[in-house]
């Protein structure tokens, strides 16, 4: 008897869902239908993009607009897309489980959220898209802490994208304008690293420790050794920070030590942070 | 003489004639084109004339001759310990001696560049299947390996093979691995000859905008040479690239091969010079190029001998 029932509801969604086509070159986010729940929850598209709704749960779905703008299937492992051409908040549900809920913000501009923080006085390439003819002025406003101010502007490429340079001295919010609408806005984050080091000396056994602050797990920490011979500050060793952003060296050496422990960048070179110089005398006769 | 015991004799020569004269070594040696991160001048200054350089100017990703356990299981010094050569550039150091087979195992693990890769080899015997030089419609796989590929170069140390010689990148893609440090040497002994106590290799190329030793610009980053007063210490100077360079060292003189003492001999690219002194000179002294634009541009070392 539930099964009857079940079917026409099923035949009338699947009848009622217009044509879905997923354009290639247009395609923006994706979201999971999964058993009780869309995600993510939240997904921002620039104007004209689509967004793909794609089934990964047991249970038949549909995802329909509270404002019934749109409205699609999602039987199996279906796929459902819609491309979203205006700016705007779009929220959306399931017909069968009323209690899924989803929402979509359109935007006319993005800025790309940025990898990883930088260090005080970097240089980063803060870039974007936008839905506006190529040309088109973008102004990108930065707030430190007191309020935003402008930063510079550049403009809208053929393919969408704008770019700018910038060099923040500390964490900064920037968002973009143009044409009227505005970016949501994006944090760089600044942070700036310290290292400390600690030296003893067990017999012939020199250990040498460091900690990193704010914690950097798995970033590269170079061991330098000031040596005569090298004429300067001498790189010996190179090891990961573990979970706690604490690294440990070990070397073997009678002779007098002159340490300190540089933490770098991904190329294990170019130092971000450094030690103070820690010292350790040479092995007792 | 019987007609009996002529032939008899005749063959009893013959066959002693036919008996090779010593039993032929085989040396086999594992080595891989192994893509790395290279820092030219690890101290990032050049500590004569105060000038520093950022790791922008003096890090790159690059490919190097790597040596390797056999069937390339785990990684190798290129060079033994005891030589103060550091390790990656230049590659491997073929040690052998006359009269021995070289049989080089060569793997391409190059997944940065993805570049053929192949091994030349200069001073020894060999054929044209082992020749490693790249030309259209006549070489073949040595000449070109793919990554992921492995190739074996077969080669013999003849009696006229005795001293050090080049060895390098001689693919398509060879003029951007020798700029990048793919080259190495081949140092083969006369019969009887002894291993010095220190055998030095010293290998002239620019590299980016330095004109390196063994791929390092400037005092503290090229190689520190070590020995104590007493040690043999053999000296191997090669050129790589298009200019040729003036190798001189402090406090010391040599016999070179045209029996003339020299303190300074030139060098053209993948020429090669081997000498030995009896060390007598205690004390840190300069090795450089003596080319002044290049010793400027970090074609300098130090050597310290102890007592």
């Not at chain 1, 090891?239 to 294990?268: E, K, N």
């Not at chain 2, 990032?44 to 990703?61: C, E, K, L, W």
């Not at chain 2, 390196?212 to 020995?227: E, K, L, Q, Y």
């Amino acid at each position: 008897m539930k099964r009857l029932a079940l079917v026409p509801l099923v035949a009338a969604v699947a009848l009622a869902a217009p044509a879905s086509s997923i354009a290639m070159d247009d395609s923006g986010p994706m979201v999971s239908a999964q058993f009780a729940a869309f995600l993510p929850q939240q997904v921002t598209v620039l104007a004209g993009k689509s967004v793909m709704w794609q089934n990964e749960s047991v249970r038949a779905h549909t995802v329909t607009a509270d404002d019934g703008s749109f409205s699609g299937a999602l039987l199996g492992s279906d796929t459902y897309s819609h491309a979203f051409d205006s700016p705007g908040t779009f929220l959306y549900h399931c017909a069968i489980h009323p209690t899924m809920r989803g929402e979509v913000d359109v935007y006319r501009l993005l800025l790309d959220a940025p990898g990883q923080a930088l260090a005080p006085g970097d240089a980063y390439t803060l870039s974007g898209h936008a839905a506006l003819p190529a040309g088109t002025t973008v102004s990108i406003a930065g707030d430190s802490g007191s309020g935003f101010q402008p930063v510079g502007s550049t403009t809208v490429g053929g393919d969408g994208s704008f770019s700018l340079g910038v060099h923040p001295s500390t964490s900064t919010t920037y968002r973009a304008a143009a044409a009227g609408d505005t970016s949501p806005a994006v944090l760089v984050q600044v942070l700036d690293r310290s290292v400390r080091a600690s030296i003893a000396r067990h017999r012939a056994r020199v250990v040498i420790g460091a900690r990193v602050m704010p914690r950097a797990p798995h970033a590269k920490v170079v061991l330098q050794l000031h040596l005569r011979e090298r004429f300067g500050w001498w790189p010996v060793r190179t090891a990961r920070l573990g979970r706690a952003s604490r690294a440990r060296f070990t070397i073997h050496t009678r002779r007098r030590v002159s340490a300190r422990v540089v933490f770098t960048r991904a190329d294990g070179v170019t130092p971000v942070a450094s030690s103070p110089v820690v010292r350790v005398q040479a092995m007792a006769r | 003489m019987s007609r009996i015991l002529l032939p008899f004799l005749t063959a009893l020569a013959a066959a002693l004639v036919a008996v090779p004269a010593a039993s032929a070594r085989t040396v086999n040696y594992w080595i891989a084109a192994k893509p790395m991160t290279w820092n030219e001048i690890p101290n990032q200054r050049d500590a004569i004339m105060g000038t520093h350089y950022s790791p922008s100017q003096t890090v790159f990703p690059t490919v190097v001759y790597k040596r390797y356990t056999r069937d390339w299981k785990r990684p190798l010094r290129n060079v033994g310990a005891g030589t103060s050569n550091q390790d990656d550039i230049p590659g491997p150091l073929i040690r052998a001696r006359v009269g021995d087979r070289i049989r080089v195992h060569f793997k391409n693990m190059d997944t940065v560049f993805k570049r053929v890769h192949s091994m030349h080899f200069h001073g020894v015997h060999y054929r044209p299947s082992s020749d490693g030089a790249y030309l259209p419609g006549f070489s073949g796989r040595d000449a070109a390996v793919e990554p992921g590929h492995s190739y074996i170069y077969t080669l013999h140390a003849g009696s006229d093979s005795v001293g050090v010689w080049p060895y390098h990148d001689h693919s398509q893609s060879m003029e951007e691995s020798i700029a990048g440090g793919m080259y190495g040497m081949l140092s083969i002994l006369g019969p009887g000859q002894k291993r010095p106590d220190r055998e030095f290799e010293v290998v002239f190329a620019p590299m980016g905008q330095f004109q390196t030793i063994d791929g390092r610009a400037f005092v503290g980053n090229t190689p520190v040479f070590t020995s104590k007063v007493g040690e043999t210490v053999q000296w191997d100077v090669m050129a790589m690239g298009s200019e040729h360079h003036t190798f001189h060292v402090h406090g010391h003189r040599w016999r070179a091969a045209d029996g003339t003492y020299k303190d300074t001999q030139t060098v053209g690219p993948a020429e090669t010079f081997v000498f030995r002194w009896h060390e007598d000179a205690p004390g840190t002294w300069l090795y450089h190029c003596h080319v002044e634009a290049h010793m400027m541009a970090g074609m300098i070392g130090i050597y310290r001998v102890r007592r």
